[in-house]
């Protein structure tokens, strides 16, 4: 969980440098659609959106992508640990530019996500043998 953590503060450091910097140094060649879906995701932060929300921008802004190389695009910054990737329903997702350590609020009537602190967890669950815990992510409904 620290590696995540020090993972999210270079990512912030080099988001100072631009997105071609991110990208890059996340190992992405800074594709047209990549640097204008970083652009927008990270120019103000802690955003939560739907790939249909980040289409939708996009389109707004004068930036032709389809929705599916806006998913694709998602799903590849989520892969490459510039984004988390939250399944808050069983059907819809959504893509966190906020990579600290936290958890999250649902309103299930209203499909609003927020952040909360970390919880501390008294005793967590011991792995399976051979294997070890990477990151917590408790979702809590609300209605």
Not at 116 to 123: K, Q, S
């Amino acid at each position: 969980m620290k590696n995540s953590h020090a993972k999210h503060e270079r990512s912030k450091r080099l988001l100072q440098g631009g997105s071609a910097a991110l990208l890059t140094s996340a190992g992405l060649r800074p594709t047209r659609p990549r640097l204008a879906l970083a652009d927008w995701l990270f120019r103000k932060p802690n955003k939560h959106v739907t790939a249909e929300q980040a289409h939708a921008a996009m389109t707004k802004a004068g930036v032709s992508l389809s929705l599916a190389t806006v998913y694709n695009t998602l799903n590849l910054l989520a892969g490459a640990g510039l984004l988390r990737q939250i399944c808050v329903d069983g059907k819809q997702v959504l893509f966190d530019t906020n990579r600290d350590p936290h958890h999250y609020m649902y309103n299930e009537a209203s499909g609003r996500l927020t952040d909360i602190p970390p919880l501390r967890l008294v005793a967590p669950p011991r792995p399976p043998r051979g294997m070890k815990i990477t990151d917590v992510e408790i979702v809590i409904r609300v209605r």
